[in-house]
């Protein structure tokens, strides 16, 4: 592909979702498009485990009560940086895929309601991730119209 090749010509080929009558081919072209962006992750998948959110302050509180006990007189800001270096180098690798992982959640989350007409917006405003905002899109609008269904009969009689 040439590097020149503009993403917002690509994002405006992409036409808004109006309803069920363009739900298929918008959500074929869309996963295409988040795919290509690395951004298909989240809406398939749960959120990588991250415990240096909660095991880490953990561990500094732990430092920290350990300083007390020392009864330590140390330059506090120096120190809390060499604390929280040490209580997250255990996660640190967790911390960062979950980090790259909630990049592409919010590019996913952006990239569809930009594609989104004002009144399926209106009524897909309460969600809030891309897993549920594309699972509530699919539950809403993949069911088929009646007159697909009736023609689909139409053409199974005529066989």
Do not use: C, H
């Not at 992750?41 to 732990?62: C, H």
């Not at 960062?96 to 009144?119: C, G, V, Y």
């Amino acid at each position: 592909m040439d590097s020149s090749y503009d993403s917002s010509y690509e994002k405006a080929r992409i036409p808004l979702l109006k309803g069920t009558e363009d739900y298929f081919s918008w959500s074929r072209v869309m996963k295409a498009r988040l795919n290509r962006l690395k951004a298909w992750s989240p809406i398939v998948s749960d959120p990588p485990v991250n415990r240096g959110r909660t095991k880490a302050p953990i561990t500094l509180a732990r430092f920290r009560e350990q300083f007390d006990q020392l009864d330590l007189d140390l330059d506090t800001n120096g120190w809390n940086q060499r604390q929280w270096d040490a209580a997250y180098e255990d996660y640190k690798e967790e911390i960062r895929e979950f980090n790259e992982w909630q990049d592409k959640e919010k590019m996913a989350l952006s990239e569809i309601i930009e594609r989104l007409s004002p009144t399926v917006l209106t009524r897909m405003n309460r969600y809030s991730t891309p897993k549920t905002l594309w699972e509530a899109l699919k539950q809403a609008y993949a069911a088929p119209l009646i007159t697909e269904q009736l023609q689909a009969l139409q053409n199974l009689l005529s066989l």
